[in-house]
């Protein structure tokens, strides 16, 4: 494994308790950085903190990342603990299940939509000025391939991250002077804990439009996210990019 160099940065990981948050910090502690994980889930975060600690400095926090309260109090703590917040990645989300369109109940498709889309507006709108203040910060949302293809039967999913990375964009153009720098990575699927959500023949219809025919790993999902959220990464902001096995095309 080639070792980023994160030594001293703190960083914020939502999502954290497992899957692709919880490798993105495995990763970040190699690396040198102090993580704090904001989950909902206390008894995943207790676990997650435990099987972490060996590896270098890790708090966590539960939060409700949709409640505006909860997430301010989450950054004050956090900043009151370390002084500062270098790096955020919003990595929570749901999928909210497969259906067409017109059998998705409303408030299935906002809830997607409140997780997945307005979570990271309001970890970014709580986090920046924290960000501003120390004059540096390394933002990376994770983002979907659904979001810039539109995947059948998660119209919800898709929508959600095709809003991230529109946000990424908008946010890294009005932070490009700021020595913030606010990045999204889509990947193929990977073998989590969000496929419980998924019916199986959806996860079939993934796997068959991935050249490479197999799922993406979370660590190697880490490793793109521990370079964005680097010093190494100096001059792309704004930016999307792919990890899907060879199935994006544009």
């Given amino acids: 494994m080639n070792r980023i160099d994160l030594a001293g940065r703190v960083a914020v990981i939502t999502g954290g308790a497992r899957g692709i948050g919880y490798a993105a910090a495995e990763r970040m502690l190699d690396s040198g950085a102090s993580v704090v994980l904001w989950d909902i889930d206390g008894p ?63 408030e299935v498709w906002r809830q997607v939509i409140d997780v997945n889309l307005v979570g990271p507006y309001l970890t970014c709108h709580s986090v920046v000025p924290v960000m501003l203040k120390g004059g540096y910060g390394r933002i990376v949302n994770i983002a979907s391939i659904a979001g810039k293809e539109g995947n059948p039967n ?54 068959s439009k991935i050249p490479m025919n197999r799922f993406v790993e979370v660590q190697e999902i880490a490793a793109m996210i521990a370079w964005l959220a ?18 994006a095309t544009y």
Wanted: glycine share 8%.
């Fill in 230 to 247: 680097s010093e190494d990464c100096s001059f792309t902001t704004g930016g999307v990019f792919d990890i899907s096995g060879g199935r």
């Fill in 44 to 106: 995943a975060l207790d676990e997650a903190r435990s099987a972490l600690a060996a590896k270098g400095k890790v708090s966590t926090d539960i939060v409700q990342l949709t409640d505006e309260a909860s997430v301010a109090r989450a950054t004050a703590a956090t900043a009151e603990r370390h002084g500062r917040i270098d790096i955020l990645v919003n990595n929570a989300g749901i999928t909210g299940g497969n259906a067409k369109l017109w059998e998705l109940a409303p």
């Fill in 154 to 207: 998660a119209s919800h999913y898709s929508a959600s991250k095709a809003g991230l990375i529109a946000l990424t964009k908008s946010l890294g153009k009005e932070l490009a002077n700021a020595n913030i720098l606010v990045n999204c990575i889509t990947p193929a699927a990977a073998r989590t804990a969000i496929f419980d959500q998924m019916k199986p023949e959806f996860i079939e219809y993934m796997l």
